[in-house]
């Protein structure tokens, strides 16, 4: 089993910064493993929003680029993501997860004011 627990959500106006954490544990061989961050807004489907490669690569979703920056590090099994110039409509449950990895934890919410 793999457990991840996402923080580090909370409630901001718009144009704020949060820095979401998750931690990974358990069965993962967390640094040979590609990271994402997902997103859930009310009635909506789940989406993804950034993703880094076990070497470091980034790539994100053209409604975060160049406000969100996804980073990891291997020695603690910690993945992260700075949101900054945060906008209503970011406004969710973020979720990290493994890819290709069929585990999800509870995520953590970010909510952004107008």
């Known amino acids: 089993q793999v457990q991840l627990v996402e923080s580090g959500g909370g409630l901001v106006q718009a144009g704020g910064s949060l820095r979401l954490s998750c931690v990974a544990s358990?069965?993962?061989?967390?640094?040979?493993?590609?990271m994402g961050w997902y997103r859930q807004a009310p009635g909506k489907q789940r989406e993804w929003v950034a993703i880094?490669?076990?070497?470091?690569?980034?790539n994100y979703a053209d409604s975060v680029k160049g406000r969100f920056t996804i980073s990891r590090d291997n020695a603690k099994n910690m993945v992260y993501l700075q949101m900054n110039s945060l906008k209503p409509e970011d406004t969710a449950v973020y979720y990290c997860?493994?890819?290709?990895?069929?585990?999800w934890g509870q995520g953590t919410q970010v909510t952004v004011s107008s």
């Open positions: 997860h493994p890819v290709g990895v069929d585990y």
């Open positions: 880094i490669s076990s070497g470091g690569s980034t």
């Open positions: 358990g069965s993962i061989s967390f640094s040979l493993n590609a």
